[in-house]
């Protein structure tokens, strides 16, 4: 059985900013949700694109939220996960949304328009790596850096 060892605040920013998708987990007056994204990591903060009439889109903005990122490895049962949390915010500063697009701009994976960008600037950042032995970053299947 492996053992779980926290990772530091460094690593989880790493592997967060090296994902591309994640699960954002909200609460709402009909109780949790967790939802698939897409997002991408601009300056100190996650950003993903969502439409105004979706669950996040309509109910997410001054909330807390947290995105939690992981990869697992079957055969040697070992893995790690990330979990940033902080409050939502919609971006409707012009210079901001453009700052967004020249940096990384978030790329939806499911069809249809996301015109509403949400950015969450995580205030806690918590992670735990299972098993010893391993870097995480080197056995991602994508690694994405800006």
Not at 107 to 132: C, D, F, V
Request: hydrophobic share 40%; glycine share 8%; net charge negative.
């Amino acid at each position: 059985m492996n053992e779980s060892f926290d990772l530091s605040t460094t690593e989880c920013e790493e592997l967060l900013r090296a994902g591309l998708v994640g699960r954002v987990a909200a609460c709402t007056p009909n109780g949790p949700h967790i939802i698939p994204v897409n997002y991408s990591v601009v300056d100190d903060a996650i950003v993903l694109r969502t439409t105004p009439y979706s669950l996040l889109g309509s109910q997410a903005s001054g909330t807390v939220l947290a995105l939690e990122v992981d990869q697992f490895d079957y055969e040697y049962r070992r893995g790690w996960s990330v979990v940033a949390r902080g409050r939502a915010k919609v971006v409707v500063d012009a210079a901001e949304l453009e700052h967004i697009r020249e940096t990384w701009n978030p790329s939806a994976w499911a069809a249809g328009g996301r015109t509403l960008y949400l950015r969450l600037r995580w205030t806690e950042l918590t992670g735990r790596r299972l098993g010893q032995g391993w870097d995480p970053m080197s056995t991602l299947p994508v690694h994405r850096s800006v």
